[in-house]
């Protein structure tokens, strides 16, 4: 193709030449230097592109070549291992059969190995249920109540919070529960820990709105407060004890502490709620 178009080339610069005037004008000779360069660099590309895409073929060609020699070498591999395989037939088929009987004598000493560890598991499997039957029932609620208050009355006053919210927690539904709530609020009081005294309180009260002991921990509430130096909270607390519960012995008191309040006479520590 490139030899074509050189031909072509010879041939328009001779016709050109032949052409026209003995004299042809300036511009009819720049135009013909101009398409000689254009077709001189267009051949130049063409014969770029032919080598670029033969050199690519030939990569190709020898890729598929190594491909075609790696194929027929693992033929060949395949075809030793297949003779190899038919030659020694009766070799192999004793092999196995040792093999297999090996496997078996391993079998079998697996199945001797379970048998013992199911026989002493069955063994440990009535040893324990003998010790539960033997066990110690778990405390029910009227122990664990009777230990905690056991402990409040020591003065273990952390381990008597422990013990009273556990008690909340396994029985909710017992009557007990709600002076579980009072008592730890006097444990914290006991402990001069008067924050949480008032969160304590607070908790049974909206809790237990209606129990019998509302007035006695909205009451103790209000010494905490004065516990935690707060004379203004505190007296809104004594004030609703006396409207709220008129007459009664906590009402009785709450005016007392007010008038001490007042006066500024020592208050008194919290009592025991049992």
Do not use: C
Not at 120 to 138: D, F, R
Not at 188 to 214: G, H, N
């Amino acid at each position: 193709m490139v030899n074509t178009l050189s031909k072509l080339m010879i041939v328009a610069v001779v016709a050109l030449l032949m052409a026209g005037p003995a004299y042809p004008q300036n511009r009819d000779i720049l135009q013909l230097n101009k398409d000689v360069l254009d077709l001189k660099n267009a051949m130049n590309q063409l014969a770029e592109s032919t080598n670029q895409k033969n050199a690519a073929i030939q990569s190709l060609l020898e890729k598929v070549y190594d491909q075609v020699s790696g194929l027929s070498s693992s033929i060949q591999k395949i075809n030793q291992t297949v003779d190899a395989v038919n030659s020694h037939t009766d070799k192999s088929s004793a092999d196995l059969r040792a093999q297999i009987t090996t496997l078996n004598t391993h079998v079998t000493e697996l199945s001797d190995t379970l048998s013992a560890v199911r026989s002493q598991m069955s063994g440990v499997s009535q040893q324990i249920t003998a010790m539960k039957s033997t066990a110690e029932p778990l405390p029910g609620p009227v122990e664990t109540w009777r230990t905690a208050n056991l402990d409040y009355s020591q003065g273990s006053y952390d381990l008597a919070i422990q013990e009273l919210s556990d008690f909340q927690a396994k029985y909710p539904n017992d009557p007990n529960s709600a002076k579980a709530q009072i008592m730890k609020g006097d444990a914290y009081r006991a402990m001069k820990k008067p924050d949480q005294a008032v969160i304590e309180y607070d908790t049974f009260l909206q809790k237990y709105p209606e129990s019998d002991d509302t007035r006695a921990a909205l009451y103790k509430k209000g010494l905490a407060q004065i516990d935690l130096n707060d004379p203004k909270n505190a007296t809104a607390t004594l004030n609703m004890v006396i409207t709220k519960y008129k007459g009664s012995p906590e009402a009785t008191l709450a005016q007392q502490k007010l008038k001490e309040l007042t006066t500024g006479a020592p208050g008194r520590g919290p009592g025991r709620h049992n």
